[in-house]
């Protein structure tokens, strides 16, 4: 009796330590639990001044050719109030609100209704149904990659329109662009604020949901993991990839359209501003199914980071430097738009590199040659919320030895030549590449700490093989 007492309770106490394995797992993996007070304190900063901060950028081309200070200057000094800037505002518009509606709508239906067919015909191109990652509940979704096809439509659609149809100018989106700011808000709060509410009353996986209390962190941060409508409609692939990035190049072209109707011509600035972007966002897509596994979709909840930051920020922020052009033309001369070139390819190479080798390494579970030689990594463990012990290998070989996030440098070198294409005269179009240093300075920061908490001693092993984040012997 003595001996099975004994042994019951060893049973217990085996359990109870799983369970608290599980338990630190899952508290530890992706979002936070708790909220401390500077996470607290930068919430409600970004809540208050994130939308007023796209506002202010747009408004200064609006009504001051691009200038950040002369708005000030003149609030300062008395010449104007808020409210005389916010009634030369345009206001939203039934056109606005009608353009917007058919746009999402449209992406809506490219993505939910037309299975894709590209990776049919297109070598080397990853499409159709895919698996994501191991959620933190042991979840794995299957996701509808589409992207590609969405994009290649839409801009048929749209060069078809621009040269044969003419039912709208190709200028139409930036003579509605404050209007649909409006409407971009709308959309993005309102995503939101849904997506809040189904983590509460439905949740596509209460196990995947993360709950802290803090009405403002979980509004932000958002509480599901991978919120759903029905078998296909994933709210992070859907605002992550679409309407955002299909309509930045779409955005780029309404600009140099702009430029061509005001100077009748465009400068190589802008094509410059085109062609680099352009692709940037043609690699998104291409590698769409590679996206599935970054930190977007394997470690971020959907809130109103996600929700709001695509709808607005992404659109409205990551195109400055083609609004900028379009109000200070900038005819670069010669060697200085090879160099902006140079410097932006070269930054794609890095970046697409870097990727490419950690997707080979993860693909071919290691069984690949990185450099010409066979890669060296780390083996890490991490436990699932459901007790099961997964395994992951970490590479240091490639430019992986280099830097544990060599890929955010080449993303920096192409940021600052979208930037250098704009001259010197102003600041604006350079807040790009000040937002993505801070950006994926900090996504390094936020990325390591939840590997260390993911894999414990594994990633101190990791971290003493490849010391260095971004820059090699400095950062």
Same mark, same amino acid.
Request: proline residues 4%; contains cysteine.
């Given at each position: 009796?003595?001996?099975?007492q004994?042994?019951?309770l060893?049973?217990e106490?085996?359990h109870?330590?799983?369970?608290n ?8 993996w992706?979002?936070? &639990?708790?909220?401390d007070?500077?996470s607290l ?7 208050l001044?994130a939308?007023?901060i796209a506002y202010y950028?747009i408004m200064?081309?609006d ?5 950040l200070?002369d708005p000030?200057i003149d609030l300062?000094?008395?010449n104007k ?9 345009p ?7 009608g353009?917007?509606?058919?746009w999402?709508?449209f992406q809506?239906i490219l993505y ?9 015909f297109?070598?080397?191109?990853v499409g159709?149904?895919q698996?994501g990652?191991v959620?933190?509940?042991g979840?794995v979704?299957?996701?509808?990659v589409?992207g590609l ?16 149809f003419?039912?709208f100018s190709?200028t139409i989106i930036?003579?509605?662009w %404050?209007p649909?700011?409006w409407?971009?808000?709308?959309l993005g ?6 997506a809040m ?8 996986n209460?196990k995947d ?9 979980d509004?932000?941060?958002? %509480?599901?993991f991978?919120p ?5 409609f994933?709210?992070?692939l ?10 930045w190049?779409?955005?780029n ?20 501003v085109n062609?680099?972007?352009?692709i940037y966002?043609l690699?998104f897509? &291409?590698?769409?199914?590679w996206?599935l596994k970054?930190?977007d979709?394997c470690h ?6 996600l ?5 607005? &920020?992404?659109?409205?922020l990551y195109t400055?430097?083609?609004?900028y052009l379009? *109000?200070?033309?900038?005819?670069l001369?010669t060697?200085?738009?090879i ?5 932006g390819l070269l ?6 590199v870097?990727n ?13 040659r990185i450099?010409?030689k ?8 991490y436990?699932s919320?459901?007790?099961t012990?997964?395994y992951?290998?970490l590479?240091t070989?490639g ?7 060599f ?5 920096l070198?192409?940021?600052?030549a979208y ?7 102003? %600041?604006?179009?350079?807040f790009?590449?000040?937002?993505m ?7 390094c920061?936020r990325?390591e ?5 993911k *894999?414990?001693k594994d990633?101190k092993?990791?971290t003493?093989?490849?010391?260095y ?7």
């Amino acid at each position: 009796m003595a001996a099975h007492q004994e042994k019951t309770l060893a049973q217990e106490r085996k359990h109870k330590t799983t369970q608290n394995d599980i338990q630190t797992s899952q508290g530890q993996w992706g979002r936070a &639990w708790e909220v401390d007070w500077f996470s607290l304190a930068s919430i409600l900063f970004l809540l208050l001044f994130a939308p007023l901060i796209a506002y202010y950028f747009i408004m200064s081309c609006d009504q001051y050719q691009c200038s950040l200070t002369d708005p000030l200057i003149d609030l300062l000094t008395g010449n104007k109030h808020l409210s005389d800037i916010w009634n030369k505002t345009p206001t939203l518009t039934y056109r606005a609100a009608g353009i917007y509606s058919l746009w999402v709508t449209f992406q809506v239906i490219l993505y939910m209704f037309i299975p894709d067919f590209c990776h049919k015909f297109l070598p080397g191109y990853v499409g159709g149904v895919q698996e994501g990652a191991v959620t933190p509940a042991g979840v794995v979704n299957k996701y509808q990659v589409n992207g590609l096809q969405a994009w290649i439509i839409t801009h048929v659609l749209w060069f078809a329109n621009a040269y044969y149809f003419h039912f709208f100018s190709p200028t139409i989106i930036f003579d509605n662009w %404050i209007p649909l700011l409006w409407c971009a808000n709308i959309l993005g709060y309102a995503v939101s604020t849904f997506a809040m509410i189904k983590g509460y009353l439905f949740p596509t996986n209460a196990k995947d949901c993360k709950f802290t209390g803090n009405f403002f962190y979980d509004y932000m941060m958002g %509480i599901e993991f991978n919120p759903r409508i029905g078998k296909w409609f994933d709210f992070k692939l859907f605002f992550n990839g679409r309407p955002g990035i299909v309509a930045w190049t779409l955005i780029n072209l309404s600009y140099a359209a702009k430029q061509q109707e005001l100077y009748g011509q465009v400068t190589n600035s802008m094509i410059l501003v085109n062609v680099l972007q352009g692709i940037y966002v043609l690699d998104f897509f &291409w590698n769409e199914a590679w996206y599935l596994k970054t930190i977007d979709i394997c470690h971020d909840h959907f809130g109103w980071y996600l929700g709001w930051g695509d709808c607005v &920020w992404l659109p409205y922020l990551y195109t400055l430097q083609g609004l900028y052009l379009v *109000y200070h033309p900038v005819q670069l001369c010669t060697a200085n738009a090879i160099g902006v070139l140079m410097l932006g390819l070269l930054g794609y190479y890095i970046f697409r590199v870097t990727n490419h080798q950690k997707d080979l390494f993860r693909r071919t579970n290691g069984n690949c040659r990185i450099w010409g030689k066979k890669p060296e990594y780390i083996e890490c463990s991490y436990m699932s919320v459901d007790g099961t012990k997964y395994y992951s290998k970490l590479m240091t070989s490639g430019f992986w030895g280099w830097a544990r996030h060599f890929n955010y440098t080449g993303d920096l070198m192409g940021s600052l030549a979208y930037c250098l294409a704009c001259g010197f005269e102003h %600041i604006l179009p350079y807040f790009y590449i000040i937002y993505m240093t801070i950006l994926l300075t900090h996504r390094c920061i936020r990325d390591e700490h939840r590997c260390f908490s993911k *894999y414990g001693k594994d990633w101190k092993h990791y971290t003493a093989a490849v010391p260095y984040r971004l820059l090699p012997g400095i950062f």
